[in-house]
């Protein structure tokens, strides 16, 4: 790939804002652009000087022309980069959904109870599996290298080992060896040029491959063969203090803090609740955040529910919410729902946000059928305590 001599290039395609709309976002694992050059880069006849340095230069009419055509279709492309971190690339248009035509919708496959851990070095395809088989019902782990899946792997009971080729021979061997006493799959994911190392790697121990970019159905059928077990827990909790009413659902039109600060996670929740038709407000920050909800109060427009990011500069999630916690005690008010925010999903992990008084809790990467889910607990808890 032109300006990317390692890792890769992810394109996203997706519903966007706004009915009718649809968003697209490009991200490459690139040498990326620094901050003075990201103005220019969209005129004709300039490229970023890594591309130069790098000697994959061209015309430097790419960039112009997508920006020309994405204008005449009514959107605005937008670039986030910086040096040495490659580049995202997003841009909306309009486009009117087309009519189904004999179109027979087939029950979606359901993954609940699978286990599985990605390790690979290339935060490009990984994200993506790890989405797809969160929409599943699957629980999955995204780790960088071998070590780190070591350090990990005694934490639950894996049923799938998906581990990249561009690990290594190596690293490679080194997870055969970590889970040579687990009964969990491993799958090796491959670029279509390295088929010829099949033979060779399922010589050291691997199960079956993925080749890259993977096809949903290879992915259920190669995650769906691992021995099957016990549904794992749910990946919204609700605190066991509160008692659930049948029926209830949240009502629409909620006022939503969203404290997370991930611009990309920001963005898509945001983008999730609007579309849900709520009023999603965004602090990057825990102090900020925490002003944006006294604020609010003070104002006499709280909040009805908090999105809360358990890591976050500063103040962290856990503190933050347990300053609101004690406001409310202090003045008598009742506990504003806070659904934690984390891409930790262990046991104690998730007892500490119950200590800290949070309400619920929802794994990243966040998704509609989640967040939905997660919203109609909550508010279904609230009903039967109120």
């Not at 055509?69 to 995202?88: F, H, K, N, Q």
């Not at 993506?128 to 999955?140: F, G, N, P, Q």
């Amino acid at each position: 790939i032109k300006f990317t001599a390692n890792g890769g290039i992810a394109i996203v395609v997706g519903p966007g804002i706004w009915p009718d709309q649809i968003a697209f976002r490009v991200r490459d694992t690139g040498p990326g652009i620094a901050p003075q050059e990201q103005a220019r880069i969209f005129e004709e006849f300039e490229q970023g000087a890594s591309g130069a340095e790098s000697g994959s230069g061209g015309s430097g009419l790419g960039l112009a022309i997508a920006r020309r055509i994405v204008e005449r279709m009514g959107g605005s492309i937008r670039l986030e980069s910086a040096p040495g971190a490659g580049a995202l690339f997003e841009f909306s248009i309009t486009a009117t959904a087309a009519e189904p035509a004999g179109i027979t919708n087939t029950p979606a496959s359901d993954l609940r109870g699978k286990n599985v851990l990605i390790v690979s070095p290339v935060m490009i395809e990984a994200p993506l599996l790890a989405r797809r088989l969160s929409r599943l019902r699957a629980r999955a782990a995204i780790v960088p290298d071998a070590a780190a899946a070591a350090a990990l792997l005694p934490e639950r009971r894996w049923d799938v080992l998906i581990a990249d080729r561009a690990l290594g021979d190596a690293q490679l061997d080194e997870l055969v060896q970590a889970t040579a006493k687990s009964p969990l799959r491993r799958i090796v994911l491959v670029t279509p040029a390295a088929r010829g190392d099949l033979e060779d790697l399922k010589r050291r121990g691997y199960a079956s491959y993925l080749v890259k970019p993977v096809r949903a159905s290879s992915l259920v059928a190669q995650v769906a063969a691992a021995e099957d077990q016990a549904v794992a827990e749910e990946d919204a909790f609700i605190d066991v203090r509160l008692v659930p009413e049948q029926g209830a659902k949240p009502r629409s039109g909620l006022s939503i803090l969203v404290a997370e600060d991930n611009d990309i996670n920001a963005l898509l929740a945001r983008a999730l609740l609007t579309k849900l038709g709520h009023r999603p407000v965004v602090a990057t920050r825990g102090d900020a955040a925490l002003e944006t909800y006294f604020g609010a109060r003070a104002a006499g427009t709280p909040f009805d529910l908090i999105l809360m990011d358990v890591r976050m500069p500063g103040i962290d999630g856990l503190e933050a919410t347990r300053r609101i916690r004690t406001a409310e005690a202090k003045a008598g008010q009742r506990p504003v729902p806070v659904i934690a925010l984390t891409a930790n999903a262990f046991p104690e992990h998730r007892e500490a946000c119950l200590a800290a008084g949070m309400t619920g809790f929802i794994t990243k990467p966040l998704d509609r059928e989640r967040l939905m889910r997660a919203l109609d607990e909550v508010f279904a808890c609230n009903a039967a305590a109120a």
